[in-house]
């Protein structure tokens, strides 16, 4: 997916209003937004941006747009998702200023001006509308459940961009950066942390919103879309940090093996009593193989179509060779050190990371991202 955004020079608000199946809330959304913002400026427009919700929407628009109200409606019948929706809505917007919110009225149309006057009076080049700062305020009562899970995104997101609601949908960003930002990747629903992220504006701000209830409709929001967010989260850390996040899941990875080993163990071993010794062989190549495959799906993200089988070989040997690391790391320590002769588990400990870091850069360099595989 690919987006262009020309320079706009011309001194106003675009508000990007992504919407699937909103029918029901785009009347008292236009109107009050246009109330609002006659109040700031005369320079405004609203950009409805529709997935073929084909629920009357487009008829509502076209009859406000009559009344003369500045709004227009783009309807997309061959993408589909809220974060691509406002990119789009973007790249058709035609002032300096770009407002993106939902059309469900949990973002007070009220709150508009405040928001992008910060960025017309050169006061920021971002700013969030945020729940989390103080004088933010949610509507209705929230679940100790939900509140766990939106504190857990959003610490996640933080070592990113230090915003304190970076989950919210309600934000303005002056429209110049758009065409040096780097190439989006707008999976899911985090548009505003992506555009945080990828189009480095220097100076951010958040202010406080009262977070509405939705008027009319039903929330979008799946747990498909949470594990969406595992995967944004985990490409701009890696668009970010490569090689140390890759670093990361490695070693991840390389803790579930571990469960794996012993859970064969314990069966084979354990319960049905084989010979330890063989088993012992079998559990490493049942670990290493599922490490192998984790990796090469999460780690490493390898494309469909490349060689399997020559790439697990690959990867045994990246494993062997890291495990003769680790062998000559720790006895290489307690031979030669009084200090790791009497503490031998640091021995072990300072072996096993050795391996790792061998067998990490290995399997990256030699295996994954090397040719010779493919
Ligand atoms: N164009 C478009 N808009 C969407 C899509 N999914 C959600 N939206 C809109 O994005 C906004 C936020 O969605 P909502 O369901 O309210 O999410 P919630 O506030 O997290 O429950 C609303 O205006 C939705 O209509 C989509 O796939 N395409
Ligand atoms: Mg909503």
């Excluded at 992504?18 to 950009?47: C, D, H, S, W």
């Excluded at 709004?71 to 790249?91: D, K, P, Q, Y």
């Amino acid at each position: 997916m690919e987006f262009h955004f020309s320079d706009n020079d011309l001194n106003g608000v675009s508000i990007i209003v992504p919407t699937y199946q909103e029918a029901g809330n785009i009347e008292q959304l236009v109107t009050r937004l246009t109330k609002a913002m006659k109040a700031l400026t005369p320079n405004f427009e609203i950009i409805i941006v529709d997935d073929n919700s084909a629920d009357g929407s487009e008829e509502i628009v076209i009859t406000l747009a009559k009344q003369d109200l500045p709004v227009s409606i783009l309807i997309r019948t061959n993408e589909r998702g809220l974060s691509s929706a406002v990119l789009r809505g973007f790249e058709k917007a035609k002032y300096n200023t770009l407002v993106c919110m939902d059309a469900d009225l949990s973002h007070a149309p009220e709150d508009v001006p405040r928001l992008a006057a910060l960025i017309m009076q050169d006061e920021a080049d971002f700013v969030l509308g945020s729940r989390y700062v103080k004088g933010g305020k949610i509507a209705g009562k929230w679940g100790l459940f939900r509140y766990l899970n939106s504190w857990v995104a959003t610490a996640l997101a933080y070592p990113l961009v230090r915003l304190r609601d970076p989950m919210s949908g309600f934000f303005a960003i002056r429209q110049s950066l758009l065409p040096k930002a780097e190439p989006f990747n707008p999976i899911g629903y985090k548009i505003a942390l992506e555009v945080a992220v990828k189009a480095k504006p220097e100076r951010m701000q958040e202010i406080p919103i009262h977070f509405g209830l939705r008027e009319a409709g039903e929330s979008k929001l799946s747990l498909k879309e949470q594990l969406f967010y595992l995967q944004h989260l985990k490409r701009l850390y890696q668009h970010r940090w490569k090689t140390l996040s890759q670093f990361f899941l490695f070693c991840l990875v390389g803790t579930t093996g571990l469960v794996v080993d012993m859970g064969t163990m314990f069966v084979g071993y354990g319960l049905i009593g084989l010979s330890f010794r063989y088993m012992r062989f079998l559990a490493f190549l049942l670990a290493a193989t599922s490490n192998y495959q984790l990796n090469r799906m999460i780690t490493f993200e390898v494309k469909k179509g490349q060689h399997w089988l020559k790439q697990w070989v690959g990867f045994l040997a990246a494993s062997a060779i890291g495990f003769v690391g680790n062998w000559l790391v720790s006895v290489t320590l307690y031979d030669k050190t009084i200090f790791f002769h009497d503490h031998y588990l640091l021995a072990v400990i300072a072996g096993v990371m050795a391996g790792v870091v061998l067998n990490f850069f290995l399997s990256k360099f030699a295996v994954f991202e090397s040719r010779f595989f493919k």
